[in-house]
Protein backbone atom coordinates (compact mmCIF):
# COMPACT_ATOMS: atom_id res chain seq x y z
CA UNK A 1 0.00 0.00 0.00
CA UNK A 2 2.85 2.15 0.74
CA UNK A 3 4.85 1.63 -2.00
CA UNK A 4 1.65 1.67 -4.39
CA UNK A 5 0.88 5.54 -2.82
CA UNK A 6 4.06 6.48 -3.42
CA UNK A 7 4.35 5.28 -7.04
CA UNK A 8 1.02 7.17 -7.72
CA UNK A 9 2.07 10.27 -6.15
CA UNK A 10 4.85 10.44 -8.08
CA UNK A 11 3.69 9.34 -11.05
CA UNK A 12 0.79 12.44 -10.47
CA UNK A 13 3.81 14.84 -9.51
CA UNK A 14 5.81 13.46 -12.53
CA UNK A 15 3.05 14.20 -15.04
CA UNK A 16 1.87 17.61 -13.76
CA UNK A 17 5.54 18.60 -13.64
CA UNK A 18 6.06 17.33 -17.10
CA UNK A 19 2.68 19.00 -18.45
CA UNK A 20 4.13 22.72 -16.73
CA UNK A 21 7.74 22.23 -17.86
CA UNK A 22 6.13 21.24 -21.66
CA UNK A 23 3.79 23.77 -21.89
CA UNK A 24 6.74 26.51 -20.68
CA UNK A 25 8.98 24.65 -23.15
CA UNK A 26 6.30 24.86 -25.96
CA UNK A 27 5.70 28.66 -25.61
CA UNK A 28 9.61 29.60 -25.16
CA UNK A 29 10.45 27.01 -28.08
CA UNK A 30 7.32 29.42 -30.08
CA UNK A 31 8.61 32.62 -28.94
CA UNK A 32 12.49 32.41 -29.23
CA UNK A 33 12.80 29.92 -32.02
CA UNK A 34 9.84 29.70 -34.56
CA UNK A 35 8.39 33.39 -33.88
CA UNK A 36 11.84 34.67 -34.67
CA UNK A 37 12.82 32.70 -37.41
CA UNK A 38 8.98 33.48 -39.23
CA UNK A 39 10.08 36.88 -38.55
CA UNK A 40 13.40 36.56 -39.87
CA UNK A 41 12.01 34.76 -43.11
CA UNK A 42 9.54 37.32 -43.65
CA UNK A 43 11.75 39.86 -43.44
CA UNK A 44 14.48 38.20 -45.94
CA UNK A 45 11.76 38.00 -48.14
CA UNK A 46 10.29 41.49 -48.01
CA UNK A 47 14.15 42.52 -48.95
CA UNK A 48 14.39 40.39 -51.69
CA UNK A 49 10.69 41.50 -52.94
CA UNK A 50 12.80 45.30 -52.77
CA UNK A 51 16.01 44.81 -54.54
CA UNK A 52 14.90 44.36 -58.01
CA UNK A 53 12.85 48.11 -57.39
CA UNK A 54 16.29 49.38 -55.71
CA UNK A 55 18.11 47.89 -58.47
CA UNK A 56 15.70 49.69 -61.55
CA UNK A 57 15.83 52.70 -59.19
CA UNK A 58 19.78 52.42 -59.24
CA UNK A 59 20.00 51.94 -63.16
CA UNK A 60 17.90 54.97 -63.27
CA UNK A 61 19.43 57.21 -61.79
CA UNK A 62 22.84 56.28 -63.72
CA UNK A 63 21.44 56.41 -66.67
CA UNK A 64 22.98 58.73 -69.38
CA UNK A 65 20.25 59.71 -71.17
CA UNK A 66 18.77 60.51 -68.19
CA UNK A 67 21.45 62.61 -67.27
CA UNK A 68 22.39 64.57 -70.36
CA UNK A 69 18.51 65.14 -70.77
CA UNK A 70 19.02 67.33 -67.83
CA UNK A 71 22.10 69.21 -67.65
CA UNK A 72 21.15 69.91 -71.90
CA UNK A 73 17.88 72.26 -70.28
CA UNK A 74 15.27 69.54 -70.02
CA UNK A 75 14.05 69.84 -73.00
CA UNK A 76 11.46 68.24 -74.58
CA UNK A 77 8.99 66.85 -71.58
CA UNK A 78 7.71 64.48 -74.48
CA UNK A 79 11.30 62.27 -74.35
CA UNK A 80 11.58 62.13 -69.95
CA UNK A 81 8.06 61.39 -70.03
CA UNK A 82 7.90 58.40 -72.75
CA UNK A 83 11.32 57.11 -70.92
CA UNK A 84 9.47 57.08 -67.34
CA UNK A 85 6.69 55.15 -69.31
CA UNK A 86 9.27 52.70 -70.91
CA UNK A 87 10.60 52.18 -67.24
CA UNK A 88 7.29 51.54 -66.26
CA UNK A 89 5.76 49.11 -68.56
CA UNK A 90 9.11 47.05 -68.93
CA UNK A 91 9.30 46.55 -65.02
CA UNK A 92 5.63 46.36 -64.51
CA UNK A 93 6.11 49.45 -61.61
CA UNK A 94 3.07 50.20 -60.30
CA UNK A 95 4.99 54.25 -61.00
CA UNK A 96 7.95 56.01 -61.97
CA UNK A 97 8.94 59.31 -61.82
CA UNK A 98 11.53 62.07 -61.71
CA UNK A 99 11.59 65.56 -60.00
CA UNK A 100 14.47 68.26 -61.20
CA UNK A 101 16.73 70.01 -58.89
CA UNK A 102 16.88 73.10 -61.40
CA UNK A 103 13.38 73.43 -62.26
CA UNK A 104 11.78 71.33 -59.08
CA UNK A 105 9.33 69.82 -61.83
CA UNK A 106 7.66 66.50 -60.81
CA UNK A 107 7.96 64.43 -63.66
CA UNK A 108 5.61 61.42 -64.22
CA UNK A 109 5.08 58.40 -66.41
CA UNK A 110 1.83 60.29 -68.08
CA UNK A 111 3.02 63.74 -67.80
CA UNK A 112 3.99 66.80 -65.24
CA UNK A 113 2.50 66.24 -62.57
CA UNK A 114 3.74 69.72 -60.52
CA UNK A 115 6.13 71.66 -59.39
CA UNK A 116 7.16 70.65 -55.75
CA UNK A 117 7.84 73.07 -52.96
CA UNK A 118 9.61 73.20 -49.86
CA UNK A 119 6.65 74.30 -48.14
CA UNK A 120 4.36 71.79 -49.31
CA UNK A 121 4.08 69.31 -46.45
CA UNK A 122 3.58 66.23 -49.65
CA UNK A 123 6.56 67.61 -51.02
CA UNK A 124 8.93 67.28 -48.42
CA UNK A 125 9.93 64.09 -48.95
CA UNK A 126 12.06 65.81 -52.20
CA UNK A 127 13.76 67.67 -49.89
CA UNK A 128 14.51 65.42 -47.18
CA UNK A 129 16.52 62.99 -50.46
CA UNK A 130 18.14 65.92 -52.02
CA UNK A 131 19.61 66.20 -48.66
CA UNK A 132 20.49 63.04 -46.77
CA UNK A 133 23.94 61.30 -47.72
CA UNK A 134 22.45 58.06 -48.59
CA UNK A 135 21.93 57.04 -52.35
CA UNK A 136 18.36 56.48 -52.00
CA UNK A 137 15.65 55.72 -49.92
CA UNK A 138 12.76 53.35 -48.83
CA UNK A 139 8.88 55.31 -48.64
CA UNK A 140 5.56 54.78 -48.06
CA UNK A 141 3.43 57.61 -49.23
CA UNK A 142 0.42 58.05 -51.05
CA UNK A 143 1.03 58.85 -54.77
CA UNK A 144 -0.97 61.81 -55.73
CA UNK A 145 -0.73 60.47 -59.55
CA UNK A 146 -2.91 57.40 -58.74
CA UNK A 147 -5.67 58.87 -56.74
CA UNK A 148 -3.22 58.80 -53.69
CA UNK A 149 -3.07 55.11 -53.65
CA UNK A 150 -0.78 54.25 -51.00
CA UNK A 151 2.70 53.19 -52.78
CA UNK A 152 5.93 52.16 -51.15
CA UNK A 153 8.43 54.61 -53.25
CA UNK A 154 12.35 53.81 -53.47
CA UNK A 155 13.54 57.25 -54.01
CA UNK A 156 17.15 57.52 -55.35
CA UNK A 157 19.45 60.53 -55.70
CA UNK A 158 20.23 61.84 -59.52
CA UNK A 159 23.86 62.81 -59.86
CA UNK A 160 25.77 64.84 -62.47
CA UNK A 161 29.29 62.95 -63.92
CA UNK A 162 30.98 65.67 -61.46
CA UNK A 163 28.89 64.26 -58.46
CA UNK A 164 26.60 67.19 -57.56
CA UNK A 165 23.00 66.16 -57.11
CA UNK A 166 20.64 67.19 -60.02
CA UNK A 167 17.28 65.51 -58.91
CA UNK A 168 15.93 61.99 -57.47
CA UNK A 169 13.85 58.88 -59.78
CA UNK A 170 12.50 55.93 -59.03
CA UNK A 171 9.45 53.61 -59.13
CA UNK A 172 6.67 52.97 -56.40
CA UNK A 173 5.55 49.39 -55.82
CA UNK A 174 1.44 49.31 -54.63
CA UNK A 175 0.75 48.59 -51.10
CA UNK A 176 -2.12 45.80 -52.33
CA UNK A 177 0.93 44.27 -53.64
CA UNK A 178 2.54 43.74 -50.64
CA UNK A 179 -1.05 42.82 -48.96
CA UNK A 180 -1.00 39.97 -51.22
CA UNK A 181 2.21 39.19 -50.04
CA UNK A 182 1.60 39.30 -46.17
CA UNK A 183 -1.44 36.68 -47.07
CA UNK A 184 0.88 34.41 -49.10
CA UNK A 185 3.37 34.54 -45.61
CA UNK A 186 0.15 33.92 -43.42
CA UNK A 187 -0.63 30.58 -45.48
CA UNK A 188 3.16 29.51 -45.36
CA UNK A 189 3.76 29.74 -42.23
CA UNK A 190 0.52 29.88 -40.46
CA UNK A 191 0.91 33.02 -38.37
CA UNK A 192 -0.87 35.95 -38.06
CA UNK A 193 1.53 39.03 -39.88
CA UNK A 194 0.56 42.68 -40.16
CA UNK A 195 2.92 46.24 -40.36
CA UNK A 196 2.08 48.68 -37.21
CA UNK A 197 3.78 51.91 -37.43
CA UNK A 198 5.62 53.72 -34.72
CA UNK A 199 2.52 55.19 -33.19
CA UNK A 200 0.86 51.66 -32.83
CA UNK A 201 -1.55 52.04 -35.50
CA UNK A 202 -1.97 48.77 -37.61
CA UNK A 203 -0.51 49.75 -40.76
CA UNK A 204 -1.24 46.96 -42.94
CA UNK A 205 -2.85 44.08 -42.63
CA UNK A 206 -3.09 41.01 -45.66
CA UNK A 207 -6.35 40.70 -47.92
CA UNK A 208 -7.83 38.38 -45.60
CA UNK A 209 -7.99 40.95 -42.91
CA UNK A 210 -7.01 38.48 -40.06
CA UNK A 211 -6.40 41.63 -37.54
CA UNK A 212 -9.85 43.94 -37.65
CA UNK A 213 -8.56 46.41 -35.49
CA UNK A 214 -6.78 49.70 -36.67
CA UNK A 215 -4.64 50.14 -33.53
CA UNK A 216 -3.13 47.57 -31.24
CA UNK A 217 -4.28 48.79 -28.03
CA UNK A 218 -7.41 47.60 -29.48
CA UNK A 219 -6.46 44.05 -29.76
CA UNK A 220 -6.86 42.75 -26.62
CA UNK A 221 -4.34 43.83 -24.07
CA UNK A 222 -2.04 44.35 -26.49
CA UNK A 223 -1.19 48.31 -24.96
CA UNK A 224 0.87 47.06 -21.94
CA UNK A 225 3.53 45.95 -25.56
CA UNK A 226 3.64 49.26 -27.02
CA UNK A 227 5.78 50.86 -24.41
CA UNK A 228 8.19 48.20 -25.15
CA UNK A 229 8.78 47.93 -28.62
CA UNK A 230 12.38 48.31 -29.84
CA UNK A 231 14.19 49.89 -33.00
CA UNK A 232 16.85 48.10 -32.12
CA UNK A 233 15.67 44.68 -30.82
CA UNK A 234 13.45 42.11 -31.98
CA UNK A 235 11.70 41.50 -28.69
CA UNK A 236 8.97 38.76 -27.84
CA UNK A 237 5.76 39.38 -25.89
CA UNK A 238 2.52 37.56 -24.75
CA UNK A 239 -0.84 39.06 -24.20
CA UNK A 240 -4.66 38.08 -24.27
CA UNK A 241 -6.62 38.34 -27.06
CA UNK A 242 -10.64 37.21 -27.04
CA UNK A 243 -10.07 35.38 -23.89
CA UNK A 244 -6.40 33.20 -25.30
CA UNK A 245 -3.11 33.51 -24.93
CA UNK A 246 -1.43 34.80 -28.04
CA UNK A 247 2.83 34.66 -28.60
CA UNK A 248 4.13 37.54 -30.32
CA UNK A 249 7.41 38.23 -32.37
CA UNK A 250 7.73 41.66 -33.34
CA UNK A 251 11.15 43.61 -34.84
CA UNK A 252 11.39 46.89 -36.79
CA UNK A 253 11.98 47.28 -40.38
CA UNK A 254 14.25 50.22 -41.07
CA UNK A 255 13.35 50.80 -44.67
CA UNK A 256 9.71 50.86 -44.01
CA UNK A 257 10.00 52.35 -40.55
CA UNK A 258 7.10 50.02 -39.73
CA UNK A 259 7.31 47.24 -36.75
CA UNK A 260 6.41 43.37 -38.57
CA UNK A 261 4.29 41.98 -36.19
CA UNK A 262 4.24 38.07 -36.53
CA UNK A 263 2.10 36.03 -33.68
CA UNK A 264 0.55 32.93 -33.01
CA UNK A 265 -2.08 31.14 -30.95
CA UNK A 266 -0.57 28.81 -28.48
CA UNK A 267 -4.59 26.91 -27.59
CA UNK A 268 -4.17 23.89 -30.18
CA UNK A 269 -1.11 23.19 -29.52
CA UNK A 270 -1.36 23.02 -25.33
CA UNK A 271 -4.47 21.34 -26.30
CA UNK A 272 -2.51 18.50 -27.33
CA UNK A 273 -0.24 18.80 -24.16
CA UNK A 274 -3.15 18.60 -21.86
CA UNK A 275 -4.37 15.95 -23.39
CA UNK A 276 -1.26 14.22 -23.04
CA UNK A 277 -1.46 14.89 -18.99
CA UNK A 278 -5.12 13.29 -18.70
CA UNK A 279 -3.57 10.11 -20.32
CA UNK A 280 -0.23 10.09 -18.53
CA UNK A 281 -2.49 10.26 -15.34
CA UNK A 282 -5.07 7.48 -16.61
CA UNK A 283 -2.20 5.30 -17.68
CA UNK A 284 0.00 6.15 -14.54
CA UNK A 285 -3.13 5.06 -12.48
CA UNK A 286 -3.25 1.49 -14.60
CA UNK A 287 0.47 1.01 -14.20
CA UNK A 288 0.42 1.75 -10.58
CA UNK A 289 -0.66 -2.20 -9.92
CA UNK A 290 1.46 -3.59 -12.57
CA UNK A 291 4.90 -2.29 -11.49
CA UNK A 292 4.10 -3.43 -7.66
CA UNK A 293 4.53 -7.02 -8.69
CA UNK A 294 7.85 -6.33 -10.01
CA UNK A 295 8.75 -3.24 -7.90
CA UNK A 296 11.69 -4.77 -5.49
CA UNK A 297 13.37 -6.44 -8.74
CA UNK A 298 13.14 -3.19 -10.96
CA UNK A 299 14.52 -1.25 -8.39
CA UNK A 300 17.53 -3.52 -7.68
CA UNK A 301 18.28 -3.75 -11.76
CA UNK A 302 17.87 -0.16 -12.21
CA UNK A 303 19.92 0.70 -8.90
CA UNK A 304 22.64 -1.56 -10.32
CA UNK A 305 22.81 0.07 -13.93
CA UNK A 306 22.83 3.87 -12.31
CA UNK A 307 25.94 2.69 -10.14
CA UNK A 308 27.38 1.63 -13.50
CA UNK A 309 26.44 4.32 -15.76
CA UNK A 310 29.16 7.18 -15.32
CA UNK A 311 27.06 10.11 -17.12
CA UNK A 312 29.74 12.68 -16.04
CA UNK A 313 33.43 13.03 -17.19
CA UNK A 314 35.15 13.94 -13.77
CA UNK A 315 38.13 15.75 -15.74
CA UNK A 316 35.89 18.18 -17.94
CA UNK A 317 32.60 17.96 -16.01
CA UNK A 318 31.42 16.86 -19.62
CA UNK A 319 28.95 14.46 -20.73
CA UNK A 320 30.36 10.73 -21.13
CA UNK A 321 30.26 8.91 -24.30
CA UNK A 322 27.73 6.72 -22.88
CA UNK A 323 25.17 9.65 -21.62
CA UNK A 324 26.26 10.89 -25.47
CA UNK A 325 24.34 7.81 -26.73
CA UNK A 326 21.33 8.28 -24.65
CA UNK A 327 21.44 11.90 -25.91
CA UNK A 328 21.94 11.77 -29.71
CA UNK A 329 19.50 9.06 -29.94
CA UNK A 330 16.95 11.43 -28.77
CA UNK A 331 18.15 14.46 -30.71
CA UNK A 332 18.02 12.77 -33.92
CA UNK A 333 14.36 11.48 -33.23
CA UNK A 334 13.30 15.43 -32.68
CA UNK A 335 15.34 16.74 -35.83
CA UNK A 336 13.66 14.10 -37.95
CA UNK A 337 10.13 14.19 -36.52
CA UNK A 338 10.55 18.03 -36.85
CA UNK A 339 12.18 18.70 -40.06
CA UNK A 340 14.78 20.78 -37.81
CA UNK A 341 18.62 20.77 -39.09
CA UNK A 342 20.71 18.89 -37.02
CA UNK A 343 24.67 19.18 -37.00
CA UNK A 344 27.85 17.72 -35.34
CA UNK A 345 31.29 18.85 -34.85
CA UNK A 346 34.11 16.93 -34.20
CA UNK A 347 36.80 18.32 -32.16
CA UNK A 348 40.31 17.09 -31.43
CA UNK A 349 43.22 18.92 -29.97
CA UNK A 350 46.25 19.01 -31.50
CA UNK A 351 49.33 17.59 -30.84
CA UNK A 352 48.00 16.83 -27.37
CA UNK A 353 50.83 14.05 -27.06
CA UNK A 354 53.07 17.49 -27.39
CA UNK A 355 51.49 19.13 -24.70
CA UNK A 356 51.62 16.00 -22.05
CA UNK A 357 55.86 15.42 -23.18
CA UNK A 358 56.96 18.87 -22.85
CA UNK A 359 54.69 20.72 -20.41
CA UNK A 360 53.51 17.16 -18.24
CA UNK A 361 49.93 15.82 -17.67
CA UNK A 362 49.00 18.44 -15.22
CA UNK A 363 49.28 20.70 -17.89
CA UNK A 364 47.47 18.54 -20.77
CA UNK A 365 44.46 18.00 -18.08
CA UNK A 366 44.55 21.76 -17.82
CA UNK A 367 44.32 22.25 -21.70
CA UNK A 368 41.76 19.64 -21.98
CA UNK A 369 39.52 21.18 -18.88
CA UNK A 370 40.15 24.61 -20.82
CA UNK A 371 39.21 22.93 -24.75
CA UNK A 372 35.92 22.32 -22.30
CA UNK A 373 34.81 25.27 -21.07
CA UNK A 374 35.71 27.05 -24.35
CA UNK A 375 32.72 25.08 -25.71
CA UNK A 376 30.39 25.86 -23.09
CA UNK A 377 31.02 29.31 -23.70
CA UNK A 378 30.43 28.95 -27.05
CA UNK A 379 26.96 26.94 -26.75
CA UNK A 380 23.44 27.35 -26.26
CA UNK A 381 21.55 25.57 -23.44
CA UNK A 382 20.28 23.14 -26.34
CA UNK A 383 23.23 21.87 -27.46
CA UNK A 384 24.74 18.90 -26.45
CA UNK A 385 28.90 18.45 -25.52
CA UNK A 386 30.50 15.54 -24.64
CA UNK A 387 34.31 14.26 -23.99
CA UNK A 388 34.74 11.25 -27.05
CA UNK A 389 37.56 10.29 -25.62
CA UNK A 390 41.12 11.36 -24.95
CA UNK A 391 42.22 14.71 -26.32
CA UNK A 392 38.76 14.39 -28.32
CA UNK A 393 35.15 16.16 -28.00
CA UNK A 394 31.80 15.67 -30.23
CA UNK A 395 29.73 19.19 -29.81
CA UNK A 396 26.00 18.11 -31.31
CA UNK A 397 24.00 21.36 -32.33
CA UNK A 398 19.75 20.85 -32.13
CA UNK A 399 18.36 22.99 -34.69
CA UNK A 400 21.61 24.37 -36.49
CA UNK A 401 21.96 24.57 -40.21
CA UNK A 402 25.56 23.33 -41.91
CA UNK A 403 26.53 27.69 -42.21
CA UNK A 404 25.60 28.02 -38.57
CA UNK A 405 27.47 24.76 -37.52
CA UNK A 406 30.89 26.14 -39.52
CA UNK A 407 30.59 29.30 -37.92
CA UNK A 408 29.70 28.01 -34.33
CA UNK A 409 32.82 25.52 -35.20
CA UNK A 410 35.17 28.93 -36.19
CA UNK A 411 33.86 30.64 -32.83
CA UNK A 412 35.19 27.59 -30.59
CA UNK A 413 38.43 27.33 -32.83
CA UNK A 414 39.33 30.98 -32.09
CA UNK A 415 38.52 30.92 -28.84
CA UNK A 416 41.03 28.08 -27.66
CA UNK A 417 43.35 29.67 -29.90
CA UNK A 418 43.89 32.68 -28.25
CA UNK A 419 43.58 30.98 -24.89
CA UNK A 420 46.24 30.93 -22.49
CA UNK A 421 46.21 27.99 -19.52
CA UNK A 422 48.35 28.55 -16.87
CA UNK A 423 50.38 25.97 -15.20
CA UNK A 424 52.77 26.04 -12.45
CA UNK A 425 53.90 30.09 -13.84
CA UNK A 426 54.13 28.50 -17.32
CA UNK A 427 52.14 29.68 -20.16
CA UNK A 428 50.80 26.43 -22.40
CA UNK A 429 48.70 27.42 -25.75
CA UNK A 430 47.08 24.65 -27.61
CA UNK A 431 44.85 24.76 -30.76
CA UNK A 432 42.02 22.72 -32.09
CA UNK A 433 41.11 21.06 -35.49
CA UNK A 434 37.50 20.48 -36.01
CA UNK A 435 35.15 18.86 -38.70
CA UNK A 436 31.49 19.77 -39.21
CA UNK A 437 28.87 17.73 -40.60
CA UNK A 438 25.10 18.49 -40.75
CA UNK A 439 22.39 15.27 -40.67
CA UNK A 440 20.69 14.31 -43.96
CA UNK A 441 17.81 12.64 -44.59
CA UNK A 442 17.14 9.46 -43.26
CA UNK A 443 20.68 8.96 -42.40
CA UNK A 444 22.31 7.21 -39.95
CA UNK A 445 24.27 7.93 -36.89
CA UNK A 446 27.51 5.95 -37.55
CA UNK A 447 27.27 7.55 -40.86
CA UNK A 448 26.85 11.25 -39.33
CA UNK A 449 29.55 10.46 -37.25
CA UNK A 450 32.07 9.32 -39.98
CA UNK A 451 31.22 11.91 -42.36
CA UNK A 452 32.38 14.57 -39.13
CA UNK A 453 35.49 12.33 -38.37
CA UNK A 454 36.73 12.19 -42.08
CA UNK A 455 36.36 16.33 -42.14
CA UNK A 456 38.49 16.91 -39.03
CA UNK A 457 41.13 14.07 -40.68
CA UNK A 458 41.08 16.61 -43.22
CA UNK A 459 41.26 19.41 -41.38
CA UNK A 460 44.37 18.02 -39.57
CA UNK A 461 45.88 16.96 -43.14
CA UNK A 462 45.29 20.00 -43.84
CA UNK A 463 47.28 22.10 -41.76
CA UNK A 464 45.43 21.68 -38.25
CA UNK A 465 43.80 24.72 -36.25
CA UNK A 466 41.20 24.84 -38.89
CA UNK A 467 37.32 23.90 -39.38
CA UNK A 468 36.47 21.70 -42.65
CA UNK A 469 32.89 20.41 -43.44
CA UNK A 470 31.97 17.63 -44.83
CA UNK A 471 29.74 17.22 -48.00
CA UNK A 472 26.21 16.49 -47.21
CA UNK A 473 25.28 13.46 -49.53
CA UNK A 474 23.39 13.11 -52.18
CA UNK A 475 19.50 11.32 -51.86
CA UNK A 476 19.50 8.31 -54.07
Request: hydrophobic fraction near 40%.
Amino acid sequence: MVVGALLLVGFVATSLASYWVSRQSLRNAITETELPLTSDNIYSEIQNDLIRPILISSLMASDTFLRNWILEGEHGDKLVEQYLKEIKTRYNAFTSFFVSDRTYTYYHADGVLKKVHPDEPRDLWYFRVRDMKADYEINVDPDMANSDALTIFINYRVRDYDGNFIGATGIGLTVNAVRKKLDDYQLRFNRTVYFVDLNGKVAMVGQGGQVPETDISMRGDMANVLPHLSKTETKSFQYTYNDEARLLNVRYIDELHWYLFVEKSDEAALAGITRTLYWNLLISLGITLLVLYGSRQVINRFQGRLEEMATTDQLTGLATRHAYELLMQQAMRDAQRHDLPLCVIMVDVDRFKLINDGFGHVAGDRVLRGVADAMRAALRSSDLVCRWGGDEFLVVLRNCDIMNGERIAESIREVIENAEFHVGGRIVTASVSLGVASLAPDELLDHLLTRADDALYQAKEEGRNCVRVAETPVEA
